[in-house]
T-cell receptor, first 114, second 117 residues
Framework: SQQGEEDPQALSIQEGENATMNCSYK?????LQWYRQNSGRGLVHLIL?????REKHSGRLRVTLDTSKKSSSLLITASRAADTASYFC??????????????FGAGTRLFVKA | DTAVSQTPKYLVTQMGNDKSIKCEQN?????MYWYKQDSKKFLKIMFS???????INETVPNRFSPKSPDKAHLNLHINSLELGDSAVYFC????????????????FGPGTRLLVL
């Protein structure tokens, strides 16, 4: 089963609105990452948050991590049409080789209407 | 300059054929990966290599054989292709260990779209 699961599966908003995507995971993690995938392209790393961090910002992105609830959220503020993409959370599998095995969720498909 | 490149970008072939996908990274990274993304966009890790050594082999059929001739290259050879192999295959790389700490950020190639007929 997937370690990370995002919700919603799909999200459609107007330009200028905020978009919030959530990710839940099952086991203990060292860190959680968010990636973006534009249609027909590879994934692009957005932000990494470590297990001892609760919140992180990068430009219009804000990520929170709640290890007690095993969940994370990605907030994109003042969305733009160019933010239209799929967003994936990713966690490592833990253990000695955990860093080499990153487990991705199913992704949230965000559509920002101009 | 492309950081992680894959060839070919598209691959259409018949069942039973053998094909290879090549991956190269010019980032100086020690760790490389192969992922399979199915039609529902699930991205699943197949292999991880560190300094040319196989670290993770994630229950992939042995028809899939990765080969890392050097740290900058990780190729994927697939024998006896099956319909279910149709997917997008992504190569990625990451720094690996730096000052005793694993650097997790991965850089992805553009993907190879494989269609088996």
């Amino acid at each position: 089963s997937q370690q990370g699961e995002e919700d919603p599966q799909a999200l459609s908003i107007q330009e200028g609105e905020n978009a919030t995507m959530n990710c839940s995971y099952k086991t203990s993690i060292n860190n959680l990452q968010w990636y973006r995938q534009n249609s027909g392209r590879g994934l692009v790393h957005l932000i990494l948050i470590r297990s001892n961090e609760r919140e992180k910002h990068s430009g219009r992105l804000r990520v929170t991590l709640d290890t007690s609830k095993k969940s994370s959220s990605l907030l994109i503020t003042a969305s733009r049409a160019a933010d239209t993409a799929s967003y994936f959370c990713a966690t490592d599998a833990g253990g000695e080789t955990g860093g080499f095995k990153t487990i991705f969720g199913a992704g949230t498909r965000l559509f920002v209407k101009a | 300059d492309t950081a992680v490149s894959q060839t070919p970008k598209y691959l259409v072939t018949q069942m039973g054929n053998d094909k290879s996908i090549k991956c190269e990274q010019n980032l100086g990274h020690d760790t490389m990966y192969w992922y399979k993304q199915d039609s529902k966009k699930f991205l699943k890790i197949m292999f991880s290599y560190n300094n040319k050594e196989l670290i993770i082999n994630e229950t992939v059929p042995n028809r899939f054989s990765p080969k890392s001739p050097d740290k900058a290259h990780l190729n994927l050879h697939i024998n006896s292709l099956e319909l279910g192999d149709s997917a997008v295959y992504f190569c990625a790389s990451s720094r690996g260990f730096l000052r005793g700490r694993f650097k997790e950020t991965q850089y992805f190639g553009p993907g190879t779209r494989l269609l088996v007929l």
